[in-house]
């Protein structure tokens, strides 16, 4: 598919109505258009099925860093709908405890904000802000990345992790 894909030169957009058509639609199911006629002969000749693919899930990713003490830096793709916590999780990002699994109860799942995605992510609600007493080293940013969730409006956003949790 994807060689099927190179081969006939289309753009990203092309290839996510493309997934889409695999799906069983034939139009693009955000803006409606019908695939390009390269597409359509490649669909035709060489592609099946496959209900495992979604266009969605390239569509709906957001790109997150997670800076380590030591500079190391891990840069993500997370589904939008979660928590940055829950892109660490699911990305083994080091340093993110979050003990409490999300519920603003522990402060082990505390971050940096960068300085330059913090009026996207807002301020932290009271309920944090008590929480965040309990964190260590709290600075200009710091946030429980469990109550930060994820939307395309931060994408790019770069968060470090403390040199600990507590
Ligand atoms: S995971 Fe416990 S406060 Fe965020």
Known sequence: MFAA?????????DLLK?????????????????LPPAVQ???????RPSPTLSWE?????????FIQPDGAAQTVDAENGLTVMEAAKLNDIAGIEAECGGACACATCHVY???AFRAATGKPA?????????????RDGSRLCCQIKITSAIDGLVVRVPAKQF
């Open 41 to 47: 002969m490649v669909l035709a000749t060489r592609c």
């Open 18 to 34: 493309c997934l889409n058509s695999l799906l069983g639609q034939t139009n693009c199911a955000r803006c409606n258009s019908e």
């Open 57 to 65: 899930i390239s569509e709906n990713m957001t790109k997150i860093t």
């Open 113 to 115: 904000v960068d300085e």
């Open 126 to 138: 009271a309920m944090e802000e008590d929480m965040l007493d309990f964190a260590f080293d709290v």
């Open 5 to 13: 894909a190179e081969a006939v030169r289309i753009r990203p957009h």
